[in-house]
């Protein structure tokens, strides 16, 4: 389906080898739940949503999908919990929230929208972003909803190994190349806005309190509406080292560059400066659609000017 209203809208279920997906059967399962997620935000576009209410929407369908490491599907740290991180921005104002820290929330997403909109705060994290949740009447879930029985598996793995690993890291072979299962959505609405939302489990095995990229407003996600709307994934130490998403957003401000170019000078720059893995997906001003990975492979998709639907590895 193609419309003929301008926006475009990407998302992404993580970077890495992807040593978990074997076969065609999983790779099918990946695909389809992005199609289906780009679908809803294609919606969201065409009922006259805001490029923040196409993100938000996505984001949260990809937290309550158990394959990608966000929301229900999250990783486990060094304790056996779940502690994710997100947050949300918005290009029309750089407004942001952020949630660092939390358990017993089916949608952190939905909880850094509302630091954004109910707070005067940034970022809330731990107890009090917790507190700020009940404030809001946010719903807890039990801790069961997260533990599905592949998290724990890969936690025991990674204890055996005596590591701290990666989403769906394959555990036999010594990848460096690991999978690294955050999602994320980006947009840009048919009025030109433009939005970020990311959203994670975090790394497996993680310590206790370790905050990635994603919930950092600059490094794991970055929107505004003069430059281009960026959401990161992979190893969120190399990604908070280089700002990488704000660093996008001033290759493309600065030199001029279009989503493209801006994706390649920030890739290029990611590698150069720590090594960096993972991949990034951009959308620029005027609505052209980009990504680009370190990892061997990165699971998004995207709708670019209300075109056709595409997803791929
Ligand atoms: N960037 C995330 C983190 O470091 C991990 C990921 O992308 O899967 O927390």
Redesign the pocket.
């Known amino acids: 389906m193609s419309s003929q209203l301008n926006y475009s809208l990407m998302v992404h279920g993580?970077?890495?080898a992807l040593d978990n997906v074997k076969d065609d059967k999983t790779a099918m399962r990946y695909l389809e739940s992005i199609r289906t997620i780009l679908e809803h935000g294609r919606e969201v576009m065409e009922l006259g949503g805001s490029a923040l209410q196409a993100v938000e929407t996505c984001a949260s369908l990809l937290e309550d999908d158990p394959v990608f490491?966000a929301g229900c599907g999250s990783?486990l740290n060094e304790h056996g919990k779940v502690e994710m991180?997100a947050a949300i921005m918005d290009g029309r104002d750089l407004s942001a929230g952020a949630v660092a820290a939390v358990d017993n929330i089916a949608n952190p997403i939905q909880l850094a929208r509302m630091v954004m909109t109910e707070s005067e705060h940034v970022m809330l994290i731990a107890e009090g972003a917790m507190r700020f949740a009940d404030h809001c009447e946010v719903k807890r879930v039990p801790e069961d909803y997260f533990y599905t029985p592949d998290r724990i598996e890969q936690l025991k793995q990674a204890r055996r190994k005596g590591k701290i690993m990666?989403?769906h890291d394959d555990t036999e072979a010594d990848s460096e190349d690991q999978?690294?299962?955050?999602i994320g959505a980006i947009a840009m609405d048919p009025y030109g806005n433009l939005a970020a939302a990311?959203s994670?489990?975090?790394?497996v095995n993680?310590r206790l309190g370790?905050?990635?990229?994603?919930p950092i407003i600059g490094a794991?996600v970055y929107a505004d509406n003069e430059t281009c709307a960026v959401s990161?994934?992979?190893?969120?130490?190399d990604?908070m080292r280089t700002v990488i998403a704000k660093t996008i957003s001033d290759y493309i401000m600065i030199m001029g560059l279009d989503a493209e170019q801006g994706t390649q000078a920030g890739i290029e720059y990611l590698s150069r400066k720590v090594t960096g893995r993972?991949g990034v997906i951009v959308i620029d001003k005027h609505g052209n659609c980009s990504s680009g990975f370190t990892t061997k492979k990165m699971i998004h998709g995207w709708i670019q000017h209300g075109g056709e639907t595409f997803c791929r590895f």
């Open positions: 993580g970077a890495g490491n990783v991180d990666l989403d999978k690294y299962g955050t990311t994670t489990g975090g790394i993680k370790r905050v990635g990229d994603s794991g990161a994934t992979g190893y969120g130490e990604f993972g």
